[in-house]
């Protein structure tokens, strides 16, 4: 388990797991509940559409409560599949009186192929939504000067992209993403999408992202209950990583042993 020292912030929220989960592509509800459980997970995601679409949900609004309950679980509903600004807004309003949360993951896609977000109409839904009330957790591209809009905008965290979302690429430019870390030192960045392994993860927490939002790299996997706690673990390990400090890298060799003048001489002098 992540150390209660270790705890960060969302709002008036207060969360010890660094790792948020989607619900979407799972095999069965029950597979979906045992994965929160292996998981740990606090923030649990929702796409509204994909509710307000299906002709039945299995059980599935009822498992998330579940998670809700005996977790200690909070529910993230998202705007996954709009395209405007506007419609993000109306399914965000729609989204709280359904869940009864503020608490919104703003999706505006601009490209239907790389599904990368439209930064004018993100920028636009991200200001809209702070005005009334809501925490928004904007998913983005690594560029930073979007990135300073949403936080002017009134965005109290933002989610990057590590590479387009279900691809499995893992983080495609660790130097923009360094870069936001390090530009942005106090905001809260959770690397979202693109992540395909548990090393994919650890990465993120080493270079010190906060957590890591993901789906695919759980429902798609032939266990998704065991990949769950593996990322759980991978996780907390770079996170830990992080709190340690990694080592300096080097662009030349350095001997682990120090060499002096005097060899040592083993066994028995002559």
């Known amino acids: 388990m992540t150390p209660s020292n270790d705890s960060w912030r969302v709002g008036d929220a207060e969360l010890t797991s660094r790792f948020l989960l989607g619900t979407a592509g799972y095999p069965s509800p029950q597979v979906l509940a045992d994965a929160i459980a292996a998981s740990g997970t606090q923030i649990v995601t929702v796409g509204l559409k994909r509710q307000l679409s299906a002709a039945g949900d299995n059980g599935f609004i009822e498992i998330i409560r579940a998670a809700l309950r005996t977790q200690g679980a909070r529910l993230l509903p998202n705007t996954a599949g709009c395209t405007t600004a506007r419609e993000a807004v109306q399914l965000a309003q729609m989204a709280r009186e359904l869940y009864g949360t503020p608490w919104v993951k703003l999706e505006v896609v601009g490209d239907e192929y790389t599904l990368q977000p439209d930064p004018l109409e993100l920028v636009e839904a991200a200001r809209q939504l702070a005005r ?38 893992g ?48 429902s798609q996997s032939p266990d998704p209950v065991r990949m769950a706690g593996a990322f759980r673990q991978a996780i907390e390990a770079g996170r830990a990583a992080y709190r340690a400090g990694v080592m300096a890298r080097q662009d030349f060799a350095v001997a682990t042993t120090p060499v002096t003048g005097n060899p040592f001489l083993i066994g028995n002098a002559p």
Request: proline letters at 8%.
């Open 171 to 218: 983080l495609i430019n660790p130097f923009a993403l360094r870069t936001l870390r390090e530009r942005l030192p106090d905001v809260v960045l959770i690397v979202d999408a693109g992540i395909g392994a548990p090393s994919h993860a650890a990465q993120a927490l080493e270079m010190g992202y906060d957590a890591v939002l993901l789906n695919s790299a759980v």
């Open 132 to 169: 009334d009330g809501f925490t928004v957790f904007p998913y983005c591209t690594d560029d930073l000067v979007t990135c300073k809009r949403l936080l002017d905008a009134g965005c109290p965290l933002l989610m990057p992209w590590g590479a387009p979302i279900g691809s499995g690429q």
